[in-house]
């Protein structure tokens, strides 16, 4: 088993940043092959943000957060970063990262969700 802890959501003003962390531990961490950011903001559906994958840390970012979000992970603390910047008010929401084993095509590994709120 995985688990996995996120941390770093706040109030925000529009146009600030936040850096959020999801931290990671368990035995089965080794076969983990990618770790992903979500969020659902009310009243809507959980939506893919971006990931990262755990060895070589090659990137994706959906159109809405490239050039203004940053993942980043660091192996020996076996922790994930979203970093967000120039935050809408449209970015609020909770934040989950997951992670994705390999050999498998599903986020199996959920946390519990870190709050943004960005006012306007």
């Known amino acids: 088993q995985v688990q996995l802890v996120e941390s770093g959501g706040g109030l925000v003003q529009a146009g600030g940043s936040l850096r959020l962390s999801c931290a990671a531990s368990g035995g089965t961490l080794s076969r983990i092959n990618m770790v992903g950011w979500f969020r659902q903001a009310p009243g809507k559906e959980r939506e893919f943000v971006g990931r990262?994958?755990?060895?070589?840390?090659?990137?994706y970012y959906t159109d809405s957060a490239k050039g203004r979000f940053t993942i980043s992970r660091d192996n020996a603390k076996n922790t994930v970063y979203l970093q967000l910047n120039s935050l809408k008010p449209e970015d609020t929401g909770v934040y989950y990262c997951?992670?994705?084993?390999?050999?498998?095509?599903?986020?199996?590994?959920w946390g519990q969700g870190t709050q943004v709120t960005v006012s306007s």
């Open positions: 990262i994958t755990w060895n070589g840390g090659s990137t």
């Open positions: 997951a992670a994705k084993p390999s050999l498998t095509p599903l986020y199996n590994y």
